[in-house]
């Protein structure tokens, strides 16, 4: 009778389930392209009703000119911190749409011997775009509904220009002017302007974009916040100029936690080595970790690339803080709108003049110290953690509350007829 030695049915046994599950980290950026005509393609996944477990998805948009620096993202990504693929294992997601690439979402796990894997659970048509409301609704509802879990977090990467219409920040003059080259109901789609910027200055990373055919397609935050379709632990913007109270206020009821900066992000971003590992190896998501990694990794450069402000709201308090600007902004209203400007701390570079800071602006505006202290109050109870570089490209940054806001009296019409249907001016009245 044959004698089967069982180490060697186990080894050829594991092999099978290597080739057959796994994509080695040197495949993972080949993103073979797929005939799926205009509809996305579902990879059959086993449904997981798991509900002990936390789920992180890294959404990631990189269809214009942050696809390198994301690419190289994904890397640190897969070489940090990797759970594993059980039932009860934590669930790491990531959503890639690199240029010359069709996005897909996969799942990154490490298997049994500890090697690093992929997944590709969700592939989508050419000319996607991702940075579009019907996009990522489809993605974070497939998301919902193939891995229950206690716990949603959501890191958004891509360019963006905080609560502004999608085009404005490139081009401000073609909606000022009244020209009729866009409507305050525009398109997503807007002609691609590339901003003027100081040649010496690093890179730095409507909400999302994705340029096509001359074409720059961007979300608005409201569209944004629909989209989502389930209330997330958090979410985490390595992105420029997301840091305003607008962009807190829009998403409350949608996050309990956001950390993001008020001015713009230089291209690396978050430390995406440790994001994993502070989001999902702990217990509980360690967001303030992430951002205080974000901050020292800044403040120990030098020259221009020590250039970084962060913070992190408690999105459960922003009530409170909604409930006293509102108080605050009716009683200084006439000196709100008559605030010198220059006098102001600004979070913009070059004349994008549509971010400054929100204590700043009602301390420059002659709030009493009573107002003062109240504001000051509902500030320490709502964030959490904040920091900033002594300057950020050139700005000096000396008076930081942690939040945006945009000032009435530097900016236009068109902005504040935009301006007031935000959930902030709806609950607050900043603009008239």
């Not at 996305?40 to 477990?53: I, L």
């Not at 409301?133 to 509904?145: G, R």
């Not at 236009?412 to 009245?429: F, I």
């Amino acid at each position: 009778m044959m004698i089967i030695d069982m180490r060697y049915i186990w080894i050829l046994l594991s092999a099978i389930y290597i080739l057959s599950s796994c994509t080695a980290l040197e495949d993972e950026f080949r993103f073979p392209a797929t005939n799926t005509g205009d509809r996305s393609e579902r990879v059959p996944v086993k449904r997981d009703t798991s509900e002990r477990r936390k789920v992180f998805v890294a959404y990631l948009c990189g269809n214009n000119s942050l696809s390198s620096y994301i690419k190289d993202d994904i890397e640190d990504l897969l070489g940090g911190y990797v759970p594993g693929s059980g039932r009860s294992s934590d669930v790491f997601l990531i959503y890639s749409h690199l240029t010359k690439s069709d996005p897909v979402l996969f799942r990154a796990y490490s298997d049994i011997q500890g090697q690093v894997c992929r997944d590709t659970i969700l592939k989508m048509p050419s000319g996607t775009v991702s940075s579009s409301a019907s996009t990522l609704n489809e993605v974070m509802t497939f998301i919902k509904d193939t891995y229950r879990a206690r716990s949603y977090g959501l890191l958004f990467s891509s360019h963006a220009t905080g609560w502004l219409p999608p085009g404005y920040y490139s081009s401000p003059g073609s909606y000022d002017a009244g020209a009729g080259v866009f409507q305050l109901n525009c398109s997503m789609a807007v002609p691609y302007i590339e901003p003027e910027r100081d040649e010496n200055w690093p890179a730095v990373k409507s909400i999302g974009q994705d340029v096509m055919n001359g074409m720059s397609y961007e979300m608005t935050v409201m569209e944004f916040a629909d989209a989502l379709p389930m209330k997330f632990d958090y979410i985490l913007f390595d992105a420029c100029l997301m840091g305003g109270i607008e962009i807190a206020y829009e998403l409350k009821d949608k996050c309990g936690r956001i950390g993001f900066s008020q001015t713009e992000v230089l291209a690396d971003g978050f430390d995406y080595s440790k994001l994993a590992s502070d989001l999902l190896e702990k217990t509980e998501p360690d967001v303030e970790s992430v951002c205080r990694n974000y901050f020292e990794h800044y403040n120990a450069q030098s020259g221009a690339y020590r250039s970084a402000t962060i913070s992190m709201v408690d999105c459960g308090k922003l009530d409170d803080l909604a409930k006293i600007c509102s108080e605050i902004f009716e009683k200084y209203r006439t000196e709100i709108g008559n605030v010198p400007a220059y006098s102001v701390q600004r979070y913009f570079t070059g004349n994008h003049h549509w971010f400054y800071d929100l204590k700043d602006i009602i301390a420059k505006a002659g709030a009493n110290e009573t107002d003062i202290a109240g504001l000051d109050k509902a500030l320490e109870e709502c964030i959490v953690y904040k920091a900033a570089t002594p300057e950020f490209l050139g700005v000096e940054i000396e008076n930081y509350s942690g939040l945006s806001m945009y000032l009435p009296c530097n900016g236009s019409r068109y902005l504040d007829t935009y301006y007031a249907d935000l959930q902030w001016n709806l609950h607050t009245s900043l603009v008239k």
